[in-house]
């Protein structure tokens, strides 16, 4: 490992000298020395890094995956949001046999291209209209 690439490390992980050498179990005067490169750094140290390194990536995954979940949630929010100032309820189809859907359930079963649907729960039917004119049905709850 070369002093830039320990440089690096610790700079991406925003750490000042001080904790960063606390952190290897080092003195910052020895951790300077290690960044100009008028030391070798020891095998021991280099272990310390990459254990470091595979922390500090665990850690970015983490923070991604939290993220994207934080999204997910803000657009969900701001959906209902719009809905609601629109005015426009939460819908749910209920059939006689006990069973529930949703329009988003129903947009996720139809083809793609699906220009209108008409919903039967009495005969447990979605029937369809392609854009293309074409026509199709199928089973509600399969």
Do not use: H
Not at 112 to 137: F, M, P, Q, S
């Amino acid at each position: 490992m070369t002093n830039t690439e320990l440089t690096k490390i610790r700079e991406e992980r925003n750490m000042s000298k001080s904790d960063f050498a606390k952190l290897l179990g080092i003195t910052p005067m020895l951790l300077e020395r290690y960044e100009k490169g008028s030391c070798a750094i020891p095998e021991d140290i280099v272990e310390k890094l990459k254990d470091i390194a595979v922390a500090t990536e665990i850690e970015v995954k983490k923070n991604t995956r939290k993220a994207g979940r934080k999204a997910k949630e803000t657009a969900s929010t701001a959906k209902e949001t719009v809905k609601e100032a629109a005015g426009i309820p939460n819908i749910v189809i209920q059939s006689p046999m006990g069973g529930y859907i949703t329009p988003a359930d129903i947009a996720r079963k139809v083809p793609k291209g699906t220009a209108d649907v008409y919903v039967r729960v009495d005969e447990n039917k979605l029937y369809y209209v392609l854009k293309n004119g074409e026509t199709g049905n199928m089973d509600i709850w399969e």
